[in-house]
T-cell receptor, first 109, second 113 residues
Framework: EIVLTQSPATLSLSPGGRATLSCRAS??????LAWYQQKPGQAPRLLIY???NRATGIPDRFSASGSGTDFTLTISSLEPEDSAVYYC???????????FGQGTKVEIK | QVQLVQSGAVLKRPGSSVKVSCEAS????????ISWVRQAPGQGLEWMGG????????NYARRFQGRVTITADRSTNTAYMILNNLKSGDTAVYYC??????GGRGTLVTVSS
């Protein structure tokens, strides 16, 4: 199974700043990578699909790039509401298993 | 966007089985993979497996193979996840997703004697 490694584990930033989150796959997932945001007590919310496409209703402060094994999620002009845990997920090649990264916690103070 | 409604919270004994349902509205049920994802208290997301209803094609994470079964009832637009031989470590919130979208707040399964 493909292992996704996210870094850093935690980011503490100020409002108005920029967050850069990394997701590295143990083997190529092409561009079959999604990013999710999860706040306490809530279901994960899709931000990005297929490596760089923003989901409906997601502000353009959220952008993503990458292909193969290295991916990045960037959140610019950070707002307090962006405090959450962010997960990447690969969906390469059904019926092979899909997997999540372990998450990056973003704190906005 | 599809709407997903899951069954309610349950308490189960170790060694028993649990069946969680996920009813989808709209006409996308058949087209997209229904996945089951769980989250233990304070932990991250864990993909368990999924099914593509139109093909009845199942796919399971290695650590759950043999212990989980995922099915889809096309007549009622409902997917099911059955997890057998429950352990305390299976205590978690279980989510279903259709395509990229997750349903509600999930289903809390508590395994305790």
């Amino acid at each position: 199974e493909i292992v996704l490694t996210q870094s850093p584990a935690t980011l503490s930033l100020s409002p108005g700043g920029r967050a850069t989150l990394s997701c590295r796959a143990s083997q190529s997932v092409n561009t079959y990578l999604a990013w999710y945001q999860q706040k306490p007590g809530q279901a994960p919310r899709l931000l990005i699909y297929d490596a760089f496409n923003r989901a409906t209703g997601i502000p353009d402060r959220f952008s993503a790039s990458g292909s193969g094994t290295d991916f990045t999620l960037t959140i610019s002009s950070l707002e307090p509401e962006d405090s959450a845990v962010y997960y990447c997920q690969q969906r390469n090649d059904w019926p092979h298993a899909w997997t999540f990264g372990q998450g990056t916690k973003v704190e906005i103070k | 966007q599809v709407q997903l409604v899951q069954s309610g919270a349950v308490l189960k004994r170790p060694g028993s089985s649990v069946k969680v349902s996920c009813e989808a509205s709209g006409d996308t049920f058949m087209k997209y993979a229904i996945s089951w994802v769980r989250q233990a208290p304070g932990q991250g997301l864990e993909w368990m497996g999924g099914i593509v209803p139109i093909y009845e094609s199942e796919n399971y994470a290695r650590r759950f193979q043999g212990r989980v079964t995922i099915t889809a009832d096309r007549s009622t637009n409902t997917a099911y996840m059955i997890l057998n031989n429950l352990k305390s470590g299976d205590t978690a919130v279980y989510y279903c997703s259709s395509g990229f979208y997750f349903g509600g707040r999930g289903t809390l399964v508590t395994v305790s004697s």
